[in-house]
């Protein structure tokens, strides 16, 4: 199982980004997705959720500015973040479970400036 996180990088606060994670070795439309963070000197805490029939959870800090979605086709998880806060300042990572084993991508850097 491989999942590639990618679309992080600097942005102002109020600004916008989306995350992208292709994953493979699995069969994408089964398996429940989701995008955990680790801000320096915290736990890794979950963001959102997605299951494999698209029933979404959040985190109470990001919800009504943050979306997550899932491309079947192209088997690839999506995270859209809005009005982003300096707190969200973090790294971000894909995550799925196969076979009660959980599965990280390698992280992809978000930082939110004021």
């Known amino acids: 199982v491989q999942l590639q996180a990618s679309g992080g990088g600097l942005v102002q606060a109020g600004g916008s980004l989306r995350l992208s994670c292709a994953v493979s070795g699995v069969i994408f439309s089964l398996n429940d997705m989701g995008w955990y963070r680790q801000a320096p000197g915290k736990q890794r805490e979950l963001v959102a959720s997605?299951?494999?029939?698209?029933?979404?959870k959040y985190a109470d800090s990001v919800k009504g500015r943050f979306t997550i979605s899932r491309d079947n086709a192209r088997s690839t998880l999506y995270l859209q973040m809005n009005s982003l806060k300096p707190e969200d300042t973090a790294v971000y990572y894909c995550w799925t479970v196969v076979r009660y084993a959980n599965y990280w991508g390698q992280g992809t850097l978000v930082t939110v400036s004021s």
């Open positions: 997605i299951t494999s029939n698209y029933g979404t």
